[in-house]
C-alpha cells in the first residue's frame, strides 16, 4: 500500500531564510506527487503537482525516484507562507476511476518576521 | 465560481446519536470525495462518486457510515451510530473529472462527540 511520510509536524524559520519541507513516498510504481496548502482560516488547496513542473509563488518541488522523496523548497520565505503543507501522492491510473490521494500528516511552516 | 458548501460548520452530539453532512460542489463538477481528517493528521478518502455512482468506497466504515449522491449533485455523509472516534473535521471535495484532476475543497465540517 501507498505510503507518504511528512517526517517534521513543525518547522519554523525566519523571513528571508531558505525553506525544505520534506516528503518521503512508498510505492513501487509511478505516483504522481502534489503539495496541498491551508493557509490559517482558509480552504485546504493544490500548491502544485510534479506533473507540472512549474514553480507557485516562489515554492518548487522536484521529484526524485531514487529517494522517492518530493521535498517543497523555496529559497527565501515570507510571512504569508506560513500555513499548513501537506504532500500528497496518487496511483492509479490518470483519467481512471480509481485514481485517489493519500495525504500526508502535515507539516505546519512558521515564518518569523 | 462558487466553492465548494458544507453545512453545518460545526456539529457536537453525544456518542450513539445520528449525524448527518451535507455537501453542494462547484457546478459542474462529476466527481465529489468525502475525506476524514482526525487531529494531528491527513485528509483520509471515505468515499468517493462519479455523478451519482460510488467509484471508491473502500475506507469507509460500512457498519456505521453511509453516504448517497442523489441526482448526482449534492451529497450527505450520514454517521449512525457515532463514537468518539468520529471527532475529526469531514471534507468535501470536487473535481471536475475523476483521475487526476485537481481537487476543491470545502471549509469542512467539525464534528465532536462526547
Known amino acids: 500500500a501507498q505510503r507518504v511520510t511528512q517526517p517534521e509536524k513543525l518547522l519554523s524559520v525566519f523571513k528571508g531564510a531558505p525553506v525544505e519541507l520534506k516528503c518521503n513516498y512508498s510505492?513501487?510504481?509511478?505516483?504522481?506527487l502534489f503539495w496541498y496548502v491551508q493557509y490559517s482560516r482558509q480552504r485546504l488547496q493544490l500548491l502544485l503537482r510534479?506533473?507540472s513542473r512549474e514553480s507557485i509563488k516562489g515554492f518548487t518541488a522536484d521529484l526524485n525516484k531514487g529517494e522517492t522523496s518530493f521535498h517543497l523548497k523555496k529559497p527565501f520565505a515570507q510571512e504569508e507562507d506560513s500555513a499548513m503543507y501537506y504532500c500528497?501522492?496518487?496511483?492509479?491510473?490518470?483519467?481512471?476511476?480509481?485514481?485517489?490521494?493519500?495525504f500526508g500528516k502535515g507539516t505546519l511552516l512558521t515564518v518569523n518576521p | 465560481e462558487a466553492g465548494v458548501a458544507q453545512s453545518p460548520r460545526y456539529k457536537i452530539i453525544e456518542k450513539r446519536q445520528s449525524v448527518a453532512f451535507w455537501c453542494n460542489p462547484i457546478?459542474?463538477?462529476?466527481?465529489l470525495y468525502w475525506y476524514q481528517q482526525i487531529l494531528g493528521q491527513g485528509p483520509k478518502l471515505l468515499i468517493q462518486?462519479?455523478?451519482?455512482?460510488?467509484?471508491?468506497d473502500s475506507q469507509l466504515p460500512k457498519d456505521r457510515f453511509s453516504a448517497e449522491r442523489l441526482k448526482g449533485v449534492d451529497s450527505t455523509l450520514k454517521i449512525q451510530p457515532a463514537k468518539l472516534e468520529d471527532s475529526a473535521v469531514y471534507l468535501c471535495?470536487?473535481?471536475?473529472?475523476?483521475?487526476?484532476?485537481?481537487?476543491?475543497f470545502g471549509p469542512g465540517t467539525r464534528l465532536t462527540v462526547t
Open positions: 471535495a470536487s473535481s471536475h473529472r475523476t483521475g487526476g484532476y485537481e481537487q476543491y
Open positions: 510505492y513501487s510504481g509511478s505516483p504522481e
Open positions: 510534479h506533473i
Open positions: 500528497a501522492l496518487s496511483v492509479g491510473k490518470r483519467g481512471g476511476s480509481n485514481y485517489k490521494l493519500t
Open positions: 457546478s459542474g463538477h462529476a466527481t
Open positions: 462518486f462519479q455523478n451519482n455512482g460510488v467509484v471508491d
